[in-house]
């Protein structure tokens, strides 16, 4: 493990350190779960073979409904040596799906392993594919392999595919970027329409109804694994709010401020709309508290949601997080977090499995939030796990779910000290 340059972290230091080696996180297809939910007529045909298949109708097993909104053209063995023209082949799946769901407005092709594999050219599919459907169907794609992308990398892929799609406006908006759950987008649309903010959501809930972008557009992430995307809408003249993100209530105070201060809001009119809030968050945080109190917190990277839950996990709840792992670390993007983590805060950039599992074996913590191939062999070892996928399935953003979230924490504590008992 390198340690890099320590950050300042308002007088304390927060020491950075970085890994490589054996990972263990799910690629970037697992995103199509959350995502599929939220662009209701949007589709994601992924290209790729049965592992991928299987993937994610295992990720999605609690949540099949009887149409989904996901599927996934297989290459088989035949593609795969080249006796298949593959564009072909795609092109049929393409005009069967359409022909039978009339309702898809956006199509996604997602690349997987496989189709990088083979060098298929997505993107000219997308093109090919977009002007035989148009003006009913947009095709879209964006890579969602194991190769390219981890776990909510393929989120941040596919809202950067959308951004070349969004209209141009020069109006000084507030855009706000990442899937939230429809219950946690009304909540904040309603914070903001109380601030007198007209906010504008990125995705939107319908295809057709992507916010427009531009020079006055002033943007605020709402999840800390955006990279692309936030380029994206940076080289469309728009601006990133810096904030920390909007877990717990002291992040969505912070978030909402930094909205706010951007948009010269006054600080009495913040005042009156955020304080039922995060006096509502407060009480329900206060019913975890002493389960969560004092306990030590071992993350593995994964979402990339670590340092925010980090600094939730100390700051309101008095745990100790003892390392925090996550696979990508954007220090700009994060910068507001890394600043409000305790003193002594170890982050750990990147992975080295082995190296990991012996410090945390070691550490034995009273609870590990890791990934689901983790959790169960750490769980016979008489560790506490916490799967971190949960926490994208979620809603958890917000004052409304800063109770759930720390109970997402607490449960598998209390489901331990039952079975001690
Ligand atoms: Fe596995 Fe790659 Fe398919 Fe993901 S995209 S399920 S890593 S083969």
Not at 86 to 91: F, P, Q, T, V
Not at 161 to 169: F, I, T, Y
Not at 237 to 253: D, K, Q, V
Not at 347 to 376: F, H, I, Y
Request: charged share 25%.
């Amino acid at each position: 493990m390198n340690a890099h340059a320590p950050v300042q972290n308002g007088g304390c230091d927060v020491a950075i350190h970085q890994e490589r080696g054996q990972r263990a996180v799910f690629c970037g297809l697992t995103g199509i779960v959350w995502l599929h939910r939220k662009i209701q007529d949007a589709f994601f045909l992924v290209v790729g073979s049965r592992t991928c298949a299987h993937l994610i109708q295992s990720a999605a097993g609690v949540m099949i409904f009887a149409e989904p909104r996901f599927a996934t053209a297989i290459i088989d063995e035949r593609d795969l040596a080249g006796l298949a023209d593959m564009n072909e082949e795609l092109d049929r799946v393409v005009t069967r799906l359409i022909e039978r769901r009339p309702d898809i407005r956006l199509l996604f092709l997602v690349g997987s392993c496989p189709s990088e594999v083979i060098k298929l050219d997505l993107s000219r599919a997308a093109l090919r594919l977009s002007q035989r459907l148009a003006p009913a169907v947009r095709v879209l794609n964006y890579s969602g392999s194991g190769i390219e992308t981890t776990f909510t990398q393929g989120e941040d892929a596919c809202l950067a595919a959308l951004v070349p799609e969004m209209g141009e406006s020069d109006a000084a908006d507030l855009l706000i970027v990442g899937a939230l759950a429809d219950v946690v987008e009304d909540q904040f649309s309603r914070i903001f329409a109380e601030l007198g903010l007209a906010a504008r959501f990125l995705p939107a809930r319908r295809a057709g109804a992507m916010p427009p972008v531009g020079r006055g557009t002033r943007f605020l992430l709402a999840q800390p694994f955006l990279t692309e995307t936030a380029r994206a809408l940076e080289e469309r003249g728009a601006r990133r709010i810096p904030a920390p993100f909007p877990l717990g209530a002291e992040g969505t105070t912070g978030w909402l401020q930094a909205a706010a201060e951007a948009f010269g809001v006054d600080p009495a009119r913040f005042e009156a709309a955020t304080a039922p809030g995060r006096a509502r968050a407060r009480k329900a945080l206060a019913a975890h508290r002493e389960r969560l109190e004092g306990r030590r917190v071992f993350f593995f990277p994964d979402s990339q949601l670590e340092i925010p839950l980090a600094r939730f996990l100390a700051r309101e709840l008095g745990a100790e997080p003892i390392e925090i792992g996550t696979p990508y670390l954007h220090r700009g993007h994060l910068a507001a977090e890394l600043a409000l983590l305790p003193r002594g805060a170890t982050v750990v950039e990147g992975q080295s499995l082995d190296d990991q599992l012996d410090r945390c074996r070691q550490a034995r913590p009273d609870l590990t939030v890791c990934g689901l191939g983790l959790a169960n062999p750490l769980e016979a070892e008489g560790l506490a796990t916490k799967w971190s996928i949960e926490l994208l399935f979620t809603p958890i953003q917000g004052y409304e779910q800063a109770g759930d979230l720390a109970a997402l924490f607490a449960r598998p504590l209390d489901r331990r000290a039952r079975l001690e008992v």
